[in-house]
């Protein structure tokens, strides 16, 4: 197994600007990853193909003519069809929301009050925007076609998930985050992104997607899908039974000479994902250098490897 090449100068390229932050800020996103991931990908790509394309870390830093970006999840994909009809201008609407649930805005500077920050170091934004995030979710919940307010439940709650009950309704609470400068950037850099691209979203399963389409040589379908090892919310609907069909299916786009990349995890917690072990067997694979955060700490880079496989050479 090879190491991505030039990691070392790549990884720090990446705390730079040069490369598009999802504003989904979605759990587990590639963006961390894709300087290391955009040097193993093929030169040239006519369709760029994402199966499981989550909150777009990578197709936003695709160059392609043409994009077909799918996922199961029919809350994140709405998402993606709601935010990419919108412009600058819908910054306005969302500051207007801000403002009629006195949410904070550090962004706009309208944060908690200094003694609340002293008295709750770590947890003050989730405090002071409790009942304002309470009052959102439960208006979301009341008309769930209001896609603005989803959107802020999402930069307002827990961690930045989407998460719906078995009714339905979403039922995140409140985060400890809040509309600051990242948020802006973001959404700034999906707007510029979308504008004027051929681009479609699908909510499919990643096998259906794959059949509808016709194929082509120089598309590439790039795959990351929930790793079998590891545990995460969308992890969830992804068992052994959804990974052998992956293979499965990549054996068959291998055969007709179609190029494919996939992420995964080889190895998490003392757990080895066997049948990933064998799928690689038959094509290059590249180790990647995850965990950026904890880069400098041994214990936790040895405990997961990150691993990238394709099936093309340039
Ligand atoms: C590891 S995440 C992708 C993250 C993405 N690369 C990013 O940077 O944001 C895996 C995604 O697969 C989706 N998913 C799970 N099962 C699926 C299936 N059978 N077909 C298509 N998508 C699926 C989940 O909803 C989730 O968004």
Not at 65 to 90: A, G, P, Q, T, V
Not at 114 to 122: C, Q, V, Y
Not at 164 to 187: E, S, Y
Request: include cysteine; aromatic fraction near 16%.
């Amino acid at each position: 197994m090879k190491e991505a090449t030039l990691f070392d100068e790549l990884e720090d390229l990446s705390l730079s600007f040069d490369y598009l932050r999802s504003p989904f800020f979605y759990v587990g996103d590639k963006f961390k990853l894709m300087p290391q991931l955009l040097n193993l990908f093929p030169k040239h790509i006519n369709t760029y193909i994402e199966a499981f394309c989550g909150g777009g870390s990578s197709f936003l830093n695709v160059r392609a003519k043409k994009y077909l970006l799918n996922d199961k999840d029919e809350h994140i994909i709405n998402l993606h069809r709601f935010l990419s009809s919108k412009d600058m201008n819908f910054l306005e609407e969302l500051f207007k929301l801000i403002a009629h649930y006195k949410l904070s805005c550090s962004l706009k500077n309208i944060s908690p009050d200094l003694s609340m920050k002293k008295e709750f170091k770590k947890t003050y934004f989730a405090r002071f925007n409790k009942e304002a995030y309470l009052n959102l979710r439960a208006d979301f919940n009341a008309d769930k076609k209001d896609l603005a307010r989803l959107y802020l439940l999402l930069i307002y709650g827990f961690n930045r998930f989407l998460r719906f009950n078995a009714k339905g309704d979403f039922n995140l609470p409140v985060g400890n985050v809040d509309f600051n400068l990242n948020v802006l950037n973001a959404l700034k850099s999906y707007f510029s992104f979308m504008k004027g691209k051929e681009l479609d979203f699908y909510n499919l399963d990643f096998e259906d997607f794959l059949k509808k389409l016709d194929l082509k040589k120089d598309d590439f379908i790039y795959l990351d899908p929930p790793y079998l090892i590891s545990s995460s919310e969308y992890n969830k609907l992804w068992s052994e039974k959804e990974e052998k069909r992956l293979y499965e299916f990549l054996a068959k786009l291998n055969s007709k000479k179609l190029r494919f990349g996939l992420s995964n995890i080889l190895r998490h917690k003392g757990k080895t994902n066997k049948l990933l072990e064998k799928f690689m067997q038959n094509y290059e694979s590249f180790v990647i250098k995850s965990n950026y955060i904890s880069f400098n700490d041994n214990s936790i880079k040895k405990d997961s490897l990150e691993v990238f496989i394709r099936n093309y050479k340039d």
